[in-house]
């Protein structure tokens, strides 16, 4: 069940390694956009980039990394990628639910390879359950919503990426980000 979802994704973006640059960019920029908030069909989430941003110039020759705090609202890092550089790996948080307004609220956090859209270093949300067979569940249950919101991320962008006057305004308006 959960070999074959992160097959699919694989296999919606073959060897493009330039679509998850590209991707990651993009969730960097709707993040800030929308101060993080971005809504998955029906499901907010909010997502921030963390505290490790790598970023390498297009022909992969030199590497710059930011750690510690938030690298992404870091001068350095948008001089960066003003300067033509893009995310070879970054830490990605994402919050469900809202805790000032009484919800329950869930945290994963990894980091985001763009080689081979590769997904590593996964920190699931607490369960709080002592059963080893119900902890398993709840934590593949939390694994299963993290893909989930991947894929729903990857669909968003792609649905907009494919789109000629979709892309043209995001890519502009993308642009204009990184300018300013």
């Not at 920029?29 to 993080?36: A, K, N, T």
């Not at 490790?52 to 001089?79: H, N, R, T």
């Not at 962008?157 to 980000?177: G, H, M, S, T, Y």
Request: proline share 1%; charged share 35%; with cysteine.
């Amino acid at each position: 069940m959960l070999e074959n979802r992160s097959i699919d994704i694989k296999n919606m973006i073959g060897n493009k390694d330039f679509l998850a640059k590209e991707f990651l960019i993009w969730l960097w920029f709707v993040s800030e956009r929308e101060q993080g908030h971005i809504k998955i069909d029906d499901i907010d989430i909010m997502l921030f980039l963390e505290d490790k941003l790598v970023m390498e110039d297009i022909l992969g020759e030199q590497e710059d990394l930011f750690k510690g705090g938030i690298p992404s609202e870091s001068l350095e890092a948008k001089y960066a990628l003003k300067s033509g550089k893009l995310i070879k790996e970054c830490k990605i948080k994402i919050i469900k639910g809202n805790a000032s307004l009484s919800e329950q609220q869930f945290e994963w956090i990894f980091n985001f390879k763009a080689k081979g859209f590769n997904i590593t270093s996964i920190k699931l949300p607490n369960v709080d359950v002592k059963d080893f067979n119900e902890r398993f569940k709840k934590r593949m249950f939390f694994l299963e919503e993290l893909y989930d919101y991947i894929e729903g991320l990857y669909k968003k962008f792609l649905d907009i990426r494919l789109n000629k006057e979709l892309w043209k305004d995001e890519i502009q308006a993308v642009k204009n980000w990184i300018e300013n």
